[in-house]
């Protein structure tokens, strides 16, 4: 098994994933007895384990962690790293490198070519060094500092600022000094290149304080802290309240605290930072719950406010900054959005994100929204049902070009909102879904309604028992005209998605997913009245990419047609959990000449995919049959074998 030990070793945290290996498990904070058990586990008769430390920055008490070594009795350990490799080229080829790099370490000479001459290119470098070691850094958290700081000051507007970070970090990216993760939202920053950029940022113009020793209890002591721009401070525990400091430099602070129990700071504690134009607090499992120091309203120069993990009882008092531009709130829990709020009204991003279900959602004060004119984006998630005259506010705000609410009443779809011209990207959710199996028929009215959909990209439909059909009349060639991901799941009465007029609007589909649909037959079903020669006068799907359909026990193919189809763009098929399928089109052909992936199979290669299901459901049948077969002889086994014992017993 594999662990990391970082720069600042967690023991508990190497225990913890040493003992989940070897299916232990370890109770209680005591580090001590924690090691005695991990080292009784793995010195059991016949315990074969290779325990690999990686990222090993300084001396680890093996025998407190609980690894044994060789003073426990009959074990064995080998410990290996750095320049005991066995290989005697390695140091001669180290010294050649250092000689092409003309004695500079690597990674100087990698990251001053990456950020010659690009001054953001090197503050985005130097702000992500102040995220935790081995952490995924979030990129809009990025963007929020950058323009708290005034980085993209000269810049038009929002989306021009998230354009600029997006480009910045793909920079970084290509020279290799970032590292994408998984989610498209973060990126990572190697252990390596994060102490060098450390270490860059601890001298010149701006000089930042990373404290992340998780083992310190008090705040970090120096002797002076006049001389900081940038600070990040992350704490397990402290002692005492940290005092009053004189920070007159101080541009962005970042505290972490990784206590449970509430936490205040002290009421003068930010008066020696009246230059601070951005504050993150983050708090732990978001159960610390942290009173607002009555120092943070003179803050008169505050521009960013970033709230996470944190149980926030009442933040009127934000309602004092009104230079703040961004206030973010996520995994925060917060029961009202209090009327003050209103008075912040140079905010342009006003966001709160809040997933858990098991608290009332927040209330919004009435009058709130509507007095932030300059707001570009709003998204709130978590908030209690917004009615219509809640959207009523949103009129005002011409500037608005992001909006999303996770809960509207149904009287929103049927009222005429003058929302901003510059409207380009919003989610309205409407109707409690989650809850209520008997949904209101809220996506039969909006398309009964025939609102244009002219901008939308990403439709997703699940748990509606009431549509059988996506539409059940024909579509002007606009209204999906720019759907890029489309997503049905779980809608029990849908027996087919759609018909082919209405294909012929999608002309921009990458990306189809039917998950769950337990009642539909076919994907594309016969045009009524019309036969079925129309459907193939224009191509349908012409960009499909990736197409996914699982769980749908009742289909028997994707489409009914005599003539030859093309899917010129499909790269990647799944199809799981659909036993009646027994062929892509009925009748006719299916060709897709850019297909490289059929359920995750790289080897597979099929330029038809009629061939590729019927041979899948012969398999699957003649697979079914031999166990069926194999069933059947084991019971005939079985009978031939009570009837010898009952002939041998009368004998």
């Keep these: 098994m594999l662990t990391i030990s970082q720069q600042q070793p967690d023991i508990k945290k190497i225990q913890g994933e040493i003992a989940a290996g070897v299916g232990l498990s370890l109770e209680g904070d005591d580090l001590l007895q924690r090691g005695d058990r991990l080292r009784s586990r793995l010195m059991q008769k016949d315990s074969r384990v290779l325990v690999i430390l990686d990222d090993v920055w300084k001396k680890v008490d093996l025998k407190r962690v609980g690894i044994p070594s060789g003073s426990d009795r009959n074990y064995w350990c080998k410990v290996k790293a750095g320049n005991s490799a066995d290989d005697p080229s390695l140091p001669d080829i180290a010294k050649a490198v250092a000689k092409e790099c003309k004695g ?238 209103g008075n912040l009204t140079n905010l342009i991003i006003l966001e709160y994100y809040w997933y858990e279900g098991y608290r009332k959602p927040m209330r919004i004060s009435p009058g709130v929204l509507s007095r932030l004119v300059r707001l570009e984006e709003l998204h709130m998630v978590g908030v209690e049902d917004c009615s219509y005259s809640t959207l009523r506010e949103l009129e005002s705000l011409s500037r608005l070009t992001a909006l999303t609410f996770d809960e509207c009443s149904e009287d929103v779809i049927y009222s005429n909102l003058g929302l901003s011209s510059k409207l380009t990207r919003y989610a309205l959710k409407v109707g409690e879904v989650y809850m209520d199996f008997s949904i209101m028929k809220t996506y039969d009215k909006i398309i009964a309604l025939k609102v244009s959909c002219p901008n939308l990209e990403e439709l997703c439909i699940k748990w509606s028992y009431s549509i059988t059909a996506l539409c059940s009349h024909q579509l002007p060639t606009a209204y999906f005209s720019k759907l890029v991901t489309l997503e049905v799941s779980w809608c029990g009465k849908l027996r087919n998605l759609t018909s082919p007029s209405v294909v012929r609007s999608l002309l921009n589909l990458q990306r189809l997913r039917i998950i769950g649909c337990q009642s539909m037959e076919e994907v594309i079903t016969k045009e009524e009245q019309q036969g079925d020669e129309i459907m193939c006068n224009d191509p349908l799907f012409p960009r499909l990419e990736k197409l996914k359909l699982e769980n749908l026990p009742k289909l028997g193919h994707f489409i009914l047609t005599k003539q030859a189809l093309e899917f010129p763009f499909l790269r990647e098929v799944e199809i799981h959990k659909c036993p009646e399928m027994k062929t892509f089109v009925q009748q006719g052909s299916a060709s897709t000449k850019s297909l490289k992936k059929v359920n995750n199979e790289d080897k597979v290669k099929v330029d038809d995919l009629n061939e590729w299901i019927h041979q899948r459901f012969i398999s699957s049948k003649e697979e079914d049959g031999s166990k069926s077969e194999a069933s059947h002889e084991d019971g005939t086994v079985k009978l031939l074998r009570k009837k010898m014992e009952a002939n041998l017993k009368i004998q």
Aim: one cysteine or more; hydrophobic letters at 40%.
């Design 104 to 341: 500079l370490p690597l990674a100087i000479v990698t990251v001053a070519g990456a950020l010659k001459g690009s001054d953001e290119a090197k503050d985005a470098f130097l702000h992500c060094s102040l995220f935790e070691e081995d952490s995924n850094i979030c990129t809009k958290e990025l963007l929020r500092y950058g323009m708290g700081l005034g980085i993209f000051s000269e810049l038009e507007n929002l989306e021009c600022a998230r354009n600029r970070v997006s480009n910045l970090l793909e920079t970084l990216k290509n020279c290799f000094l970032l590292s994408q993760v998984s989610d498209k939202d973060y990126v990572k920053m190697h252990d390596v290149v994060r102490d060098m950029a450390i270490h860059i940022a601890s001298e010149g113009k701006h000089i930042f304080l990373v404290s992340h020793n998780v083992n310190s209890k008090e705040f970090p002591r120096k002797d002076s802290y006049e001389q900081y721009s940038h600070m990040s401070i992350v704490a397990n525990k402290f002692d005492e309240r940290p005092r009053p400091i004189s920070c007159p430099r101080l541009k962005l602070l970042m505290l972490k605290f990784r206590f449970k129990e509430g936490f205040k700071l002290q009421d003068d504690f930010f008066d020696g930072m009246s230059e601070l134009t951005v504050i993150s607090l983050s708090g732990y499992d978001e159960e610390s719950i942290l009173p607002f120091p009555s120092s943070i309203q003179r803050l008169s120069n505050l521009s960013t406010f970033w709230l996470s993990n944190l149980r926030l009882d009442d933040v009127s008092i934000i309602g004092k900054l009104v230079t703040l531009e961004i206030l973010s709130i996520r995994d925060s829990y917060l029961e009202e959005l209090p009327v003050e709020i």
